[in-house]
């Protein structure tokens, strides 16, 4: 581990985070749900609201994706996603839906402080986030898509967005 300079879990668990948390709105399927612990871990965010019938752990099929990520990120459960931004609003951050919208900002636009707590809202493999949810959000943020699809696996579309998010950040945890 040391020569790849990866944290233990006690580590990971004293250092300090990236003011950032993913916000999941009723995700299907357990192994979006482990591949955005993986990835939250990897870019030491804050933690990850799962909401709605988004599953939680411990699960196998979570466990299997995840490979040990349960174990570092905190994660809380909210039984209404519009529950979760409201109070994450009230806890100083500002929340956007990853969602293609009327007056969503491409994400290679979005620009926000790197000292600004964020909170970023990933949909429903099929129905994207809630419209209830979207009407609570700071705006929206949408990959730019090219090609003839104009949708990302949940998975995937967290992976981009919490990367482009964390790259200014990065600096402060080297």
Same mark, same amino acid.
């Given at each position: 581990?040391? $020569?790849?300079?990866?944290?233990?879990? $006690?580590?990971?668990?004293?250092?300090?985070?990236?003011?950032?948390?993913?916000?999941?709105?009723?995700? /299907?399927?357990?192994?979006?749900?482990?591949?955005?612990?993986?990835?939250?871990?990897?870019?030491?965010?804050?933690?990850?609201?799962?909401?709605?019938?988004?599953?939680?752990?411990?699960? /196998?099929?979570?466990?299997?994706?995840?490979?040990?990520?349960?174990?570092?990120?905190?994660?809380?459960? +909210?039984? @209404?996603?519009?529950?979760?931004?409201?109070?994450?609003?009230?806890?100083?951050?500002?929340?956007?839906?990853? @969602?293609?919208?009327?007056?969503?900002?491409?994400? @290679?636009? +979005?620009?926000a402080p790197a000292s600004e707590?964020?909170?970023?809202? +990933?949909?429903? $493999?099929?129905?994207?986030?809630?419209?209830?949810?979207?009407?609570?959000?700071?705006?929206c943020i949408e990959i730019p898509?090219?090609?003839?699809?104009?949708?990302?696996?949940?998975?995937?579309?967290?992976?981009?967005?919490?990367?482009?998010?964390? @790259?200014? /950040?990065?600096?402060? +945890?080297?």
């Amino acid at each position: 581990m040391d $020569e790849l300079s990866r944290k233990s879990v $006690e580590q990971f668990k004293a250092a300090d985070k990236n003011s950032i948390i993913a916000v999941l709105d009723n995700i /299907r399927s357990m192994h979006n749900v482990g591949s955005v612990f993986r990835t939250a871990d990897a870019f030491l965010l804050e933690g990850i609201c799962l909401c709605g019938y988004t599953p939680q752990p411990p699960h /196998r099929d979570i466990h299997k994706t995840a490979l040990g990520a349960t174990d570092t990120i905190d994660w809380m459960h +909210f039984a @209404e996603t519009t529950i979760a931004v409201k109070e994450l609003k009230e806890r100083g951050y500002k929340v956007y839906a990853v @969602e293609q919208a009327a007056q969503s900002i491409s994400l @290679e636009n +979005f620009t926000a402080p790197a000292s600004e707590k964020l909170a970023v809202v +990933f949909g429903n $493999e099929v129905a994207g986030v809630n419209n209830e949810v979207i009407a609570l959000c700071d705006g929206c943020i949408e990959i730019p898509q090219l090609g003839m699809k104009h949708s990302l696996n949940i998975s995937v579309a967290a992976g981009i967005v919490l990367y482009k998010l964390s @790259e200014p /950040r990065l600096a402060f +945890f080297k």
